[in-house]
C-alpha cells in the first residue's frame, strides 16, 4: 500500500479549556408526522434529535458518532442553522442563535460552514469551479485582497488542486477532488467552525485518507474548529480530540478520545468499539479481547423506548432502564469532560485498545 494511503498520527488531545465556540443546550428536533384521512392532521412526530447538550471550543476537533439514523445530520444542520430546532438553545460565540433571522445571521454565515457527504449533488455542475468557490465570497459580497480569482487560486492550492483547473466543471474531476473542491469553498471565507457530514464516507477507500488527512492539515494550519461526524469510530479516532456518542437522537457518551476509546462506561460505546468484521472473527491473528455483537434493530424515533433508548439492545438492561432515563454524568473513575449515560456503566478498565479499533473491513485494510 503506497504512502499516502496511510492516515496520520491522530493529533494529541487538546484541552477543552476556555470560553466554547458553539453550545448547544437540550438541541431538540421533532419532524411532525401527518396522517389520516380526509383532511392530514399531526399525528406523531420523528424524534430525530432530543435534548442534546454538547460544545464545541476553538480550533478543536468535535467527532459526532453514531449508526444510521440516531440524528447525527440534523444535529449538524442545526448547528449551522440549517435547520431551526423545535426546542433547545444555540449559542455561538457567546450570543445566542437559536431563531437569529437571516439579518442576524448574515455576519456568523460566513463564520460557520458545512461540508457535505455527496461530492457529487452538493456541486452545482453547471458552474465552472472558480463559480463554485467564490459564491460564498459572492453571497456575502467579500472582495478579498487581490480579487475573488487570486482567494480561489490560492484556495485551490490549498487543497491540493492545480490553480490553473479554476475554469473546469466538477464532472471533469474525481470523487475525491470534488469533496476537495467542497473543502476550499468551505474556506473560501475562512470560518471557525466547518461541520463535516461524513465528508469521505462516499468516497472510494483509496481516497478516504487523503481527504481526511487533508482536513486534519487545514484543521491544524488554519485553527478551525470542526464537527466530524461519522457513522465509524476508526476514522474519527484519527481526526477528532473529543467526541460524542449518539443513539436514537440522544447523546449517551462524550468525552475525550483517550478516554472514551480506552475506558469506555456505556455499553453502546463498548458495542461499537468491540464491533469487527465478520472475516475477523476467524482470524487467529486478530487481537483477542471481548467482543459484543449489537442484535436486534434500532427502534423507531416516533415512539422511542421509554426510560433508557438502548435498554432493548442492551445486554445489562434491568427494571429501572425502562422507567428511569439515566442522566448524562461524569462517573467516579473517569477524566473530567468524560460524561456518561447509564445506571449499570461498565468497569472502564481498558476494554478495548485504541489501537484495535477496526468497524469495517475497508478500514481495516486502510488503517494497516
Ligand atoms: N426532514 C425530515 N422529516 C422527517 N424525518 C426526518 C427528516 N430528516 C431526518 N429525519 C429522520 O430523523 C432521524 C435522524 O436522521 P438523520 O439524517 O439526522 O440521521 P443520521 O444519524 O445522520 O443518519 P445517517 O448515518 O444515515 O446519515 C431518522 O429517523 C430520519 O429518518
Ligand atoms: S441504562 Fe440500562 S439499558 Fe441503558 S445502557 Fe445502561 S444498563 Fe443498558
Ligand atoms: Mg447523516
Known amino acids: 500500500m503506497?504512502?499516502?494511503?496511510?492516515?496520520?498520527?491522530?493529533?494529541?488531545?487538546?484541552?477543552?479549556?476556555?470560553?466554547?465556540?458553539?453550545?448547544?443546550?437540550?438541541?431538540?428536533?421533532?419532524f411532525p408526522v401527518y396522517g389520516g384521512f380526509p383532511f392530514k392532521?399531526?399525528?406523531?412526530?420523528?424524534k430525530a434529535v432530543d435534548g442534546v447538550d454538547l460544545q464545541v471550543f476553538p480550533g478543536e476537533s468535535f467527532g459526532l458518532v453514531g449508526e444510521s439514523g440516531c440524528g447525527k445530520s440534523t444535529t449538524g444542520r442545526m448547528l449551522t442553522r440549517l435547520l431551526e430546532p423545535t426546542d433547545g438553545r444555540i449559542t455561538y460565540r457567546g450570543q445566542d442563535i437559536t431563531r437569529a433571522g437571516r439579518k442576524q445571521l448574515a455576519p456568523i454565515r460566513s463564520e460557520i460552514q458545512m461540508i457535505f457527504q455527496d461530492p457529487y449533488s452538493s456541486l452545482n455542475p453547471r458552474q465552472t469551479?472558480?463559480?463554485?468557490?467564490?459564491?460564498?465570497?459572492?453571497?456575502?459580497?467579500?472582495?478579498p485582497p487581490g480579487g475573488r480569482e487570486a482567494r480561489v487560486r490560492e484556495l485551490l492550492e490549498i487543497v491540493g488542486l492545480n490553480p490553473e483547473h479554476f475554469n473546469r466543471f466538477p464532472h471533469e474531476f474525481s470523487g475525491g477532488q470534488r469533496q476537495r473542491i467542497g473543502v476550499a469553498r468551505a474556506l473560501a471565507l475562512e470560518p471557525k467552525l466547518?461541520?463535516?457530514?461524513?465528508?469521505?464516507?462516499?468516497?472510494?477507500?483509496?481516497?478516504?485518507?487523503?481527504?481526511?488527512?487533508?482536513l486534519q492539515d487545514v484543521q491544524?494550519?488554519?485553527?478551525?474548529?470542526?464537527?466530524?461526524?461519522?457513522h465509524d469510530l476508526a476514522i474519527v479516532r484519527h481526526f477528532s480530540q473529543r467526541l460524542a456518542v449518539m443513539y436514537l437522537g440522544k447523546v449517551v457518551e462524550?468525552?475525550?478520545?483517550?478516554?472514551?476509546?480506552?475506558?469506555?462506561?456505556?455499553?453502546?460505546t463498548h458495542a461499537l468499539?468491540?464491533?469487527?468484521?465478520?472475516?475477523?472473527?476467524?482470524?487467529?491473528?486478530?487481537?483477542q479481547r471481548e467482543r459484543i455483537r449489537l442484535t436486534g434493530d434500532v427502534p423507531s424515533p416516533i415512539n422511542p423506548p421509554s426510560g433508557c433508548r438502548f435498554r432493548t439492545r442492551c445486554w445489562k438492561a434491568q427494571d429501572v432502564c425502562a422507567?428511569?432515563?439515566?442522566?448524562?454524568?461524569?462517573?467516579?473513575?473517569?477524566?473530567?469532560?468524560?460524561?456518561?449515560?447509564?445506571?449499570?456503566?461498565?468497569?472502564?478498565?481498558?476494554?478495548?485498545?485504541?489501537?484495535?479499533?477496526?468497524?469495517?473491513?475497508?478500514l481495516r485494510r486502510l488503517e494497516k
Request: glycine fraction near 6%; aromatic fraction near 4%.
Open 254 to 268: 462524550v468525552g475525550d478520545r483517550d478516554s472514551l476509546y480506552n475506558a469506555p462506561r456505556h455499553p453502546y
Open 194 to 214: 466547518i461541520v463535516a457530514d461524513e465528508p469521505v464516507s462516499a468516497l472510494d477507500v483509496s481516497i478516504q485518507a487523503q481527504v481526511v488527512n487533508l
Open 41 to 46: 392532521r399531526k399525528v406523531g412526530a420523528v
Open 129 to 143: 469551479v472558480g463559480k463554485i468557490i467564490s459564491a460564498p465570497m459572492e453571497i456575502n459580497g467579500i472582495e
Open 2 to 30: 503506497s504512502d499516502e494511503l496511510t492516515l496520520t498520527e491522530p493529533k494529541d488531545t487538546l484541552p477543552a479549556t476556555g470560553e466554547p465556540l458553539l453550545t448547544a443546550e437540550n438541541l431538540t428536533m421533532h
Open 220 to 230: 491544524k494550519e488554519l485553527g478551525i474548529a470542526f464537527v466530524f461526524i461519522a
Open 323 to 362: 422507567t428511569e432515563e439515566p442522566p448524562l454524568v461524569q462517573l467516579s473513575g473517569n477524566r473530567d469532560g468524560h460524561l456518561t449515560a447509564c445506571h449499570f456503566p461498565e468497569d472502564g478498565d481498558a476494554l478495548s485498545s485504541g489501537k484495535e479499533i477496526v468497524m469495517d473491513e475497508a
Open 273 to 287: 468499539l468491540s464491533a469487527v468484521p465478520e472475516a475477523s472473527l476467524h482470524d487467529d491473528d486478530a487481537p
